[in-house]
């Protein structure tokens, strides 16, 4: 499956990157999306690592990383008056409560 047309970007290279960089963030939070389906639905980090081509540890730490970072930057939009390390530490405190609601530590 192809993704990118490459002679369909915006000719100027700063466009083209500002243009890859928003396909970059869209494809990332499909991945999350579906590694928490495959999680829900029985999947072992194992299996997803391998549909990723990776291990399953990298896989762990792409979407524990990916799911803080997307919290902190949700976080961040909806009080903006935090500074980043305080929206991520809010972020990261989130993260551990739903992970305290899903019975995990």
Known sequence: MGLIVAHAL??????????????EAEIARLCRDRIASARASGA????????????RQAAREFFTRDARTAVA??????????????AIE?????VRAVRR???RR
């Not at 290279?13 to 960089?21: I, K, V, Y």
């Not at 391998?50 to 291990?55: D, E, I, K, R, S």
């Not at 809010?90 to 989130?94: F, M, S």
């Open 44 to 55: 072992t980090w194992e299996q997803i690592g391998a549909a990723l081509g990776m291990t």
């Open 90 to 94: 809010l972020a990261a405190g989130e």
């Open 101 to 103: 609601r899903r019975g």
């Open 10 to 23: 915006p000719a100027a290279p700063l466009d083209a990157l500002r243009e890859l960089a928003r396909g």
């Open 73 to 86: 930057d949700d976080t961040g939009a909806r009080q903006p008056s935090l500074g980043e390390n305080e």
